[in-house]
């Protein structure tokens, strides 16, 4: 068995449906995509595409998500208090689950702790809560529940939307961005120092 990992979609349903096929043709344990997804947004055809899935009934690999900063967060919270769970079903019977911040699933042998989300930097050309949202970017409280399970259940491997300041990337201001910086000291102060640091954008 294996994993495959996979970067932002942005809405591309054509391409994770031949992700999938692939996925499924090669018997791989699970689909791990890292953010902006696109799920959400007014125009988006995700809704019909995960609904189809569910009546087919027909999937056998799942698919988890941790989301970014081009999806809809008032919805998944909103969904989240529904199911009572941090992992949700974006639609039920579907096999697509949202990853809730700081959670950590054990997927193929290896455990994962998932943290999604991220600042917006093209935001003032975006209507908020229809193509961009406040809670895309986690709260303190979620980076210390991240913090206590990096610390406590000692993961492999995390998968987030954004990345560590010590990872260099070419964004503008990024130093003074909050989400990279707390993703830094959590790294910084933690005991343990997970083998993988996942991010595909």
């Given at each position: 068995?294996?994993?495959?990992?996979?970067?932002?979609?942005?809405?591309?349903?054509?391409?994770?449906?031949?992700?999938?096929?692939?996925?499924?043709?090669?018997?791989?344990?699970?689909?791990?995509?890292?953010?902006?997804?696109?799920?959400?947004?007014?125009?988006?055809?995700?809704?019909?595409?995960?609904?189809?899935?569910?009546?087919?009934?027909?999937?056998?690999?799942?698919?988890?998500?941790?989301?970014?900063?081009?999806?809809?967060?008032?919805?998944?919270?909103?969904?989240?208090?529904?199911?009572?769970?941090?992992?949700?079903?974006?639609?039920?019977?579907?096999?697509?689950?949202?990853?809730?911040?700081?959670?950590?699933?054990?997927?193929?042998?290896?455990?994962?702790?998932?943290?999604?989300?991220?600042?917006s930097t093209d935001k003032q050309n975006r209507v908020?809560?229809?193509?961009?949202?406040?809670?895309?970017?986690?709260?303190?409280?979620?980076?210390?529940?991240?913090?206590?399970?990096?610390?406590?259940?000692?993961?492999?491997?995390?998968?987030?939307?954004?990345?560590?300041?010590?990872?260099?990337?070419?964004?503008?201001?990024?130093?003074?961005?909050?989400?990279?910086?707390?993703?830094?000291?959590?790294?910084?102060?933690?005991?343990?120092?997970?083998?993988?640091?996942?991010?595909?954008?």
């Amino acid at each position: 068995m294996s994993i495959y990992y996979v970067g932002d979609l942005h809405g591309r349903i054509k391409d994770l449906g031949d992700i999938i096929q692939s996925a499924e043709a090669k018997q791989v344990a699970a689909i791990i995509q890292v953010g902006d997804f696109g799920f959400g947004f007014p125009d988006s055809a995700w809704q019909d595409f995960l609904e189809k899935r569910a009546r087919q009934q027909k999937w056998k690999v799942p698919v988890y998500t941790c989301f970014g900063n081009h999806d809809n967060w008032n919805r998944i919270y909103q969904m989240r208090e529904e199911q009572g769970s941090a992992k949700v079903e974006l639609v039920l019977g579907s096999g697509v689950y949202f990853m809730s911040r700081g959670l950590v699933e054990e997927i193929d042998s290896i455990s994962h702790i998932f943290m999604g989300g991220a600042e917006s930097t093209d935001k003032q050309n975006r209507v908020e809560n229809v193509s961009w949202w406040d809670l895309e970017q986690p709260t303190h409280k979620e980076f210390e529940l991240f913090f206590k399970n990096l610390e406590e259940q000692k993961p492999d491997t995390v998968v987030a939307h954004e990345l560590p300041l010590r990872i260099e990337i070419r964004r503008t201001r990024r130093n003074q961005s909050y989400t990279p910086q707390m993703l830094e000291n959590a790294l910084k102060l933690s005991d343990h120092q997970p083998k993988y640091f996942l991010n595909l954008a």
